[in-house]
Nanobody
Framework: QVPLVESGGGLVQAGGSLRLSCAAS????????MGWYRQTPGNQRDLVAAMTSGGSTNYADSVKGRFTISRDNARNTVYLQMNSLKPEDTAVYYC?????????WGQGTQVTVSS
């Protein structure tokens, strides 16, 4: 089991910004995907953004142009810069590490956007 520790959630007003961070500890296989998912009560966990170790990215349509994912491969860390936040972005955000055959998850961090 690979520990993933995430931080950066909080309460912000609509239009504000937050930056989430997630760091994986231990020896991580260099070829992987790190990303962010979010989940609201009673709903499935949906992809927000993901980035491969090679630099390819994928974003949910709902966050394109507002959120930016980035990585520091040397430090096994992934970030999510969230700008122009909307109330519908309110959710628990989970960091994900995908390596061939395995998925690892962070503990979740609450993002609440007030109107």
């Amino acid at each position: 089991q690979v520990p993933l520790v995430e931080s950066g959630g909080g309460l912000v007003q609509a239009g504000g910004s937050l930056r989430l961070s997630c760091a994986a500890s231990g020896n991580i296989f260099k070829i992987n995907i790190m990303g962010w998912y979010r989940q609201t009560p009673g709903n499935q966990r949906d992809l927000v953004a993901a980035m491969t170790s090679g630099g390819s990215t994928n974003y949910a349509d709902s966050v394109k142009g507002r959120f930016t994912i980035s990585r520091d491969n040397a430090r096994n860390t992934v970030y999510l810069q969230m700008n122009s936040l909307k109330p519908e972005d309110t959710a628990v955000y989970y960091c994900n590490l995908h390596i061939v055959g395995s998925d690892y998850w962070g503990q979740g961090t609450q993002v609440t956007v007030s109107s």
